[in-house]
């Protein structure tokens, strides 16, 4: 199909014998038929691999605070930093798991203005230096 295309789009200048024209159209979809079939084996993932028995969450090997008071304690502290209005609707979004909505109905503020502040708090906790010593967090 390849060379009747070619033909047909006039690629076929008769530089060389049709014959060999064509063995040479030939190797080409060889060689495509053999990339194509290693990429497939590449992209397949043996069943051996241990990645796909891995069942651990990255949450595990964040330290919990009832195991290490000291992180809650650096929480504490971190959040004692913000202002008291940023402060409360960080917690209650976070503590409380209550969204912007709630927290608006909740604080008689508008939807916009807790989202703009929750963005606030969070861009302010993340440019605190002390933040850096703390476990990594699953942010989800």
Same mark, same amino acid.
């Given at each position: 199909m390849?060379a009747? #295309?070619?033909? *047909?789009?006039?690629?076929?200048?008769?530089?060389?014998?049709?014959?060999?024209?064509?063995?040479g159209?030939? !190797?080409?979809?060889?060689?495509?038929?053999?990339?194509?079939? #290693?990429?497939e #084996? *590449?992209?397949i993932?043996? %069943?051996?691999?241990?990645?796909?028995?891995?069942?651990? =969450?990255?949450?595990? $090997?964040?330290?919990? &605070?009832? =195991?290490?008071? =000291?992180?809650?304690?650096?929480?504490?502290?971190?959040?004692?930093?913000?202002? !008291? /209005?940023?402060? $409360?609707? /960080?917690?209650?979004? &976070?503590r409380?798991?209550?969204?912007t909505?709630?927290?608006?109905?909740a604080? !008689? /503020?508008?939807?916009?203005?807790?989202?703009? &502040?929750?963005?606030?708090?969070?861009? %302010?906790?993340? !440019?605190?230096?002390?933040?850096k010593?703390?476990?990594? #967090?699953?942010d989800?």
């Amino acid at each position: 199909m390849a060379a009747f #295309q070619a033909i *047909k789009n006039g690629n076929f200048r008769g530089r060389s014998a049709l014959g060999t024209w064509l063995v040479g159209i030939l !190797k080409h979809k060889i060689a495509d038929y053999r990339a194509a079939q #290693q990429r497939e #084996q *590449k992209a397949i993932v043996p %069943m051996t691999d241990p990645l796909l028995f891995d069942t651990r =969450s990255h949450a595990d $090997a964040v330290s919990d &605070i009832r =195991s290490d008071p =000291s992180i809650g304690i650096e929480v504490e502290r971190l959040l004692q930093r913000l202002p !008291k /209005l940023h402060r $409360a609707v /960080l917690l209650l979004n &976070i503590r409380e798991g209550l969204n912007t909505e709630q927290i608006a109905a909740a604080t !008689k /503020l508008p939807p916009g203005t807790v989202g703009r &502040i929750l963005w606030e708090a969070k861009r %302010m906790l993340g !440019k605190e230096p002390e933040l850096k010593k703390l476990p990594p #967090q699953n942010d989800q």
